[in-house]
Structures are given as structure tokens and as C-alpha cells.
């Protein structure tokens, strides 16, 4: 839904999205290790952190914004206080 969404309003000006990238990136000539990286970036930035993983396990729009995000971390912080259980005993 995000992304027919975002596709049928980009030609709006004011329209922004945030995807969600996640991949691995060997370790080694044996690629035996792997670190898992995980990246929320704008669209302008999905080639250049695509670059940096060996192998691209999910690229999908996380958020679309009628208007353009200072902080893309702002995002991902709602989100984690969400789903983190609460100290509060």
C-alpha cells in the first residue's frame, strides 16, 4: 500500500519516503562470517548503502511524509519505544 501510494504522489513535491534496507556483508574469502547491517535512508541514499552489503535481504518503504524529515531516527525511536518492554515494576 506505501509504496502505490508514494508512486501515485511523487510528483507532489512535498511528498518523501523512508525505506527500510537490511543485508549481510561478508567477512573473509570464505564468506563464512557475516555481519547483518540494517539501514532506514531516504531514496537518495539507497544505491550508495546497496553498495556497502553483499547480499540484500529486504528493501521496502517504511514511511511516507507529506513533507521532508530533519531526523529519519525520530522514526525508528516511536517505533522502539513501542516494542521495548517497559521498566516500570
Given amino acids: 500500500l506505501l509504496k502505490q501510494y508514494y508512486i501515485?504522489?511523487?510528483s507532489e513535491k512535498n511528498i518523501t519516503a523512508v525505506f527500510?534496507?537490511?543485508?549481510?556483508?561478508?567477512?573473509?574469502?570464505?564468506?563464512?562470517?557475516?555481519?547483518?547491517?540494517?539501514?532506514?535512508?531516504?531514496?537518495?541514499?539507497?544505491?550508495?548503502?546497496?553498495?556497502h552489503l553483499d547480499e540484500?535481504?529486504?528493501?521496502?518503504i517504511y514511511s511516507v511524509q507529506c513533507c521532508p524529515?530533519?531526523?529519519?531516527?525520530?522514526?525508528?525511536?516511536s517505533d522502539m519505544q513501542s516494542i521495548m518492554p517497559s521498566n516500570e515494576y
Fill in 20 to 51: 527500510y534496507l537490511s543485508g549481510y556483508k561478508y567477512l573473509g574469502v570464505h564468506r563464512v562470517n557475516w555481519i547483518l547491517r540494517i539501514f532506514h535512508a531516504r531514496e537518495e541514499h539507497l544505491d550508495l548503502l546497496k553498495s
Fill in 56 to 60: 540484500i535481504l529486504s528493501c521496502h
Fill in 8 to 10: 501515485d504522489h511523487l
Fill in 69 to 77: 524529515l530533519k531526523d529519519i531516527c525520530g522514526l525508528f525511536a
